[in-house]
């Protein structure tokens, strides 16, 4: 089993920079694949970023591609999202969470933190 906390997140105007941290508890944290998702007010939750167990392959939604960027610290049990270019429609929670295999899907995953409020102003 592994938990998830996740930090970073604040306010921040549009065009500027956030780094999201998840920390996961457990000892088989790199047996998992991680993703990144978020949800705005009033909308669902929406896939943003996953992470293979070792780190070595990433994928992306289209609107955070190139923006974004989805790393992994195994020996620290972290993953962290860095956000550039941030603009008022990535105002959402955002979410990590774990999963058996890399996926886009929200039902792929078992785990989940309670997320981290992000919120770009213009």
């Known amino acids: 089993q592994v938990q998830l906390v996740e930090s970073g997140g604040g306010l921040v105007q549009a065009g500027g920079s956030l780094r999201l941290s998840c920390a996961a508890s457990?000892?088989?944290?790199?047996?998992?694949?991680m993703g990144w998702f978020r949800q705005a007010l009033g909308k669902e939750r929406e896939f943003v970023a996953t992470?293979?167990?070792?780190?070595?392959?990433?994928y992306y939604a289209d609107s955070v591609k190139v923006r974004f960027t989805v790393s992994r610290d195994n020996a620290k049990n972290m993953v962290f999202l860095q956000m550039n270019s941030l603009k008022p429609e990535d105002t959402a929670v955002y979410y990590c969470?774990?999963?058996?295999?890399?996926?886009?899907?929200?039902?792929?995953?078992?785990?989940w933190g309670r997320g981290t409020q992000v919120t770009v102003s213009s």
């Open positions: 992470i293979s167990r070792s780190g070595s392959s990433t």
């Open positions: 457990g000892r088989s944290f790199s047996t998992y694949a």
């Open positions: 969470a774990a999963s058996g295999q890399m996926s886009s899907r929200i039902t792929t995953y078992n785990y």
